[in-house]
């Protein structure tokens, strides 16, 4: 099973709100990984968790947030999003120490939409 | 730098006719080079893979291999259905654990009845 489950499917949100989404994945990979990504363009980096520790931080604005509260799940704290924040997040997974063979499994993705 | 170059479409197909999408790269050392798929409104899945050269990945009748000598790792299909119609992403990823993935721009393929 290369399954990995994010919520909600779709958010719309309001530039003064508090929201989170959510991923998850029970192929026991110890490293997982958010990527927003614009309408017609690819994904682009914005955080990895590696064994539930923060490893790369893309410049991301403050007004994201990341946690992985255990091995199994990612979140993405969101406050005081602009509408240019409106994308589809995608999360990702894999098993680390793999080196080449290493292969990341995508999540279907929550579209979101700041207004 | 390390880079994915693909040609971008919209490619436009009917049903049947045989598929290439061309993908070159620039990396350092020897990455591993992957297709992903992402169907009209959905996230991303891995379509094939290949982690050395002269590999061969193939899945649902797609091929690609890794060509190392022209930094290539083109994707054939022999004979393209209207369910293939998809944004398909040439990828690669440096050799270093829990690194990210770096995408091309994508190509958009349309197959028509």
């Known amino acids: 099973d290369t399954e990995v489950t994010q919520t909600p499917k779709h958010l719309v949100m309001g530039m003064t709100n508090k929201k989170s989404l959510k991923c998850e994945q029970h192929m026991g990979h110890r490293a997982m990984y958010w990527y927003k990504q614009k309408a017609k363009k690819p994904p682009e980096l914005m955080f990895v968790y590696s064994y539930e520790k923060l490893s790369i931080n893309e410049s991301v604005p403050s007004r994201f947030s990341p946690e992985c509260p255990n091995s199994s799940l990612l979140n993405l704290h969101l406050h005081a999003l602009q509408p240019e924040d409106s994308a589809l997040y995608l999360c990702?997974?894999?098993?680390?120490?793999?080196?080449?063979?290493?292969?990341?499994?995508f999540g279907p993705g929550t579209r979101l939409l700041v207004l | 730098g390390n880079s994915v170059t693909q040609m971008e479409g919209p490619v436009t197909l009917s049903e049947e006719a045989f598929l290439t999408i061309n993908c070159t790269y620039t990396?350092?050392?020897?990455?591993?080079l992957f297709w992903y798929v992402q169907y009209p409104g959905e996230g991303l899945q891995l379509l094939l893979k290949a982690t050395k050269a002269d590999d061969k990945g193939s899945n649902k009748g797609f091929e690609a291999t890794y060509r190392k000598e022209t930094t290539s790792f083109h994707l054939e299909k022999g004979s393209v259905q209207v369910s293939d119609s998809a944004v398909y992403f040439c990828?690669?990823?440096?050799?270093?654990?829990?690194?990210?993935?770096?995408f091309g721009p994508g190509t958009s393929l349309s197959v028509i009845p």
């Open positions: 990828a690669l990823k440096r050799e270093t654990s829990y690194d990210k993935v770096i």
């Open positions: 990702a997974s894999s098993q680390p120490g793999g080196g080449v063979q290493e292969t990341q499994y």
């Open positions: 990396a350092t050392g020897y990455p591993s």
